[in-house]
């Protein structure tokens, strides 16, 4: 939910620029990409609930990524870096990362829309789907996602018409959601390495995080009653005046949206 939010918000207040004009179906392969993405960065967790998303395969894909993650990390740590593991919350929560699978994703895109965009649309999509319905189908779940991601995979391309899709934008889209994710650990105990490798009080994976008043415990009471219900608000109110101002919602025709534009 943060990284549709984050998506929502950003293209709803860039409005002068490329991002903040893209066209409905520009918009929506854009928000399906930050929402997988927002996953993306715990597939450095083998026990993860995102890395069963695709079954066998991504946990596969998972030990790989957690033990390139280690290895960066033992590599790059200063002595004050604390002796973790650094497998996880490593390589993948870092801005660095999210630079690289911007600039990746535009690459893939750019060279092939025929066939890397219904892939990177499917991968996503299964992330989003698994993110959002974490609990949904406990047992063999996974053939269940990654049925539900190829509908919606298909769904959307015969929409969206393939050749619409911007390339920067979707990487970009991509690079949003990771850094929603970021944000998000950041404000739990453990801290978020964003900086990683700029060195902050001698540590390069130096835990970015706000006053500890300000933090909470993953999943707590505080997670489900607070800051779920006003991310899932902000992605609806922001991702109306996306759409309303790329003209696919006309019965908003009217309705103060942006309370902020009225004022001037
Ligand atoms: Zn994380």
């Known amino acids: 939910m943060s990284g549709l939010a984050a998506w929502g918000a ?19 392969v854009g928000a399906v990409l930050a929402t997988g993405a927002a996953l993306l960065p715990d597939l450095d967790h083998p026990e993860s609930t995102v890395s069963s998303t695709f079954g066998p395969v991504s946990q596969a894909g998972s030990k790989l990524i957690n033990a390139l993650s ?29 630079v690289v699978a911007t600039v990746v994703t535009t690459a893939i895109i750019q060279t092939s829309r025929s066939w890397a ?3 990177l649309m499917f991968f996503f999509c299964g992330l989003a789907v698994r993110g959002i319905m974490h609990k949904w189908c406990p047992r063999n ?20 018409d393939q050749t619409d899709a ?25 801290g978020c390495p964003i900086l990683w490798p700029v060195p902050i009080a001698w540590k390069t994976w130096y835990p970015v995080a706000p006053p500890k008043i300000m933090r909470m415990r993953t999943g707590g009471r505080v997670e489900m009653a607070v800051v779920g219900p006003v991310l899932t608000a902000i992605a609806v109110w922001m991702s109306a005046i996306a759409l309303h101002r790329a003209g696919v919602l006309p019965m908003l025709d009217g309705v103060p949206l ?4 009225d004022a001037g």
Do not use: M
């Open 10 to 28: 950003v293209t709803a207040l860039a409005s002068g620029s490329a991002i903040g004009n893209l066209s409905p179906k520009g918009w929506l």
């Open 70 to 98: 280690h290895g960066v990390y033992r590599l790059t740590r200063t002595k004050k870096d604390s002796n973790r593991d650094g497998g996880h919350r490593g390589l993948t929560h870092t801005l660095f990362f999210a």
């Open 117 to 119: 965009l219904p892939v």
């Open 141 to 160: 779940d996974a053939l269940w996602i990654t049925g539900t991601a190829l509908v919606l995979t298909y769904a959307c391309l015969r929409w969206t």
């Open 166 to 190: 911007n390339a920067a934008a979707c990487g970009v889209a991509v690079g949003i959601g990771c850094v929603a994710h970021y944000l998000g650990d950041a404000i739990t105990e453990q």
């Open 258 to 261: 942006e309370p902020w534009a």
